[in-house]
Nanobody, 125 residues
């Protein structure tokens, strides 16, 4: 079992940047496909981005493509998400998640086996 802890959230003005981190303990992160999801108040949790075990393959939701970048440092057991050009509609609680299965169905939250507690990102206009 892997334990995930997110950090790096906060309040930022529109157009600003944040970098979220997801630190893993308990098992080596390279065993997992990793994803980021977010949930805004009153909305369902939605897929943001995912990265393969090696880090070679990544995928992004259309809403963040070109602005967010996911990358991982397996040696540090950490996954990151760099968020640039933030918009008020990016305001949400952001969660990282780990998937034991193959590099597929990564957009579905039910495909992930472990979740962090979330970190709040608030973008002011």
């Amino acid at each position: 079992q892997v334990h995930l802890v997110e950090s790096g959230g906060g309040l930022v003005q529109a157009g600003g940047s944040l970098r979220l981190s997801c630190a893993a303990s308990g098992r080596t992160l390279s065993n997992y496909v990793m994803g980021w999801f977010r949930q805004a108040p009153g909305k369902e949790r939605e897929f943001v981005t995912a990265i393969s075990r090696s880090g070679i393959s990544t995928v992004y939701a259309d809403s963040v493509k070109g602005r967010f970048t996911i990358f991982r440092d397996n040696a540090a057991n950490t996954v990151y998400m760099q968020m640039n050009s933030l918009k008020p509609e990016d305001t949400a609680v952001y969660y990282c998640a780990a998937r034991e299965g193959p590099w597929s169905t990564y957009v579905y939250s039910r495909a992930y086996d472990y979740w962090g507690q979330g970190t709040q990102v608030t973008v002011s206009s």
